[in-house]
Antibody, heavy 116, light 108 residues
Framework: QVELVESGGGVVQPGKSLRLSCTASGFIFSKYGMHWVRQAPGKGLEWVAV????????YYAESVKGRFTISRDDSKNTLFLQMNSLRPEDTAVYYC?????????WGRGTLVTVSA | EIVMTQSPATLSMSPGERATLSCRAS??????LAWYQQNPGQAPRLLIY???TRATGIPARFSGSGFGTYFTLTISSLQSEDFAVYYC??????????FGQGTKLEIK
């Protein structure tokens, strides 16, 4: 069965960096586009970034463009999100999701808290 | 950017009743629309894609309809586990992929 497990969240000061990971299993990781979606406490869902199955195309929300980088390591079935210059408004649960168009599977998420 | 607007924000209903949730797009998204369900403290799960196709394992009481700018999610007979927050998402024109703000379905 498909499983996505995020890790790397935690408490970080504004301006600092954090790297999230998402380890996938139960499907051929290298054949699928993957997204990061976040959810601020008590709020709705916000799309963050997407990466094509072959790494050829990647896109970002305007709110994170220039600060976040999505990448993948197919040899380790892992998706990454490098987050730099973090802001308090980046505080959220970050989910990785499988699929290029719609998200047919979601991980449980990892909480990132940006606070002094 | 395509703006997705869901209504109502909160829907109060009783088990066994029929629920209809709406989602409107600021411009046509064709049938490139998905619905997700999120229970408290859990990750969202896919219910419907292509506006009307149920995802794997989704009960038949869930159905989606619509095309273009107006879509509905119908739950034919509410079960206790259906009381949750529901989101629509368009994937016709991106980036960005955009979600509605959600409809909370609560027990009356």
């Amino acid at each position: 069965q498909v499983e996505l497990v995020e890790s790397g969240g935690g408490v970080v000061q504004p301006g600092k960096s954090l790297r999230l990971s998402c380890t996938a299993s139960g499907f051929i990781f290298s054949k699928y586009g993957m997204h990061w979606v976040r959810q601020a406490p008590g709020k709705g869902l916000e799309w963050v970034a997407v990466l094509a199955y072959d790494g050829s195309n990647r896109y970002y929300a305007e709110s994170v463009k220039g600060r976040f980088t999505i990448s993948r390591d197919d040899s380790k079935n892992t998706l990454f999100l490098q987050m730099n210059s973090l802001r308090p408004e980046d505080t959220a649960v970050y989910y990785c999701t499988k699929g290029w168009d719609y998200a047919d599977y979601w991980g449980r998420g990892t909480l990132v808290t940006v606070s002094a | 950017e395509i703006v997705m607007t869901q209504s109502p924000a909160t829907l109060s209903m009783s088990p066994g009743e029929r629920a209809t949730l709406s989602c409107r797009a600021s411009q046509s998204v064709g049938s490139n629309l998905a619905w997700y369900q999120q229970n408290p403290g859990q990750a969202p799960r896919l219910l419907i894609y292509g506006a009307s196709t149920r995802a794997t394992g989704i009960p038949a009481r869930f159905s989606g309809s619509g095309f273009g700018t107006y879509f509905t999610l119908t739950i034919s007979s509410l079960q206790s586990e259906d009381f949750a927050v529901y989101y629509c998402q368009q994937y016709n024109e991106w980036p960005p992929y955009t979600f509605g703000q959600g409809t909370k379905l609560e027990i009356k």
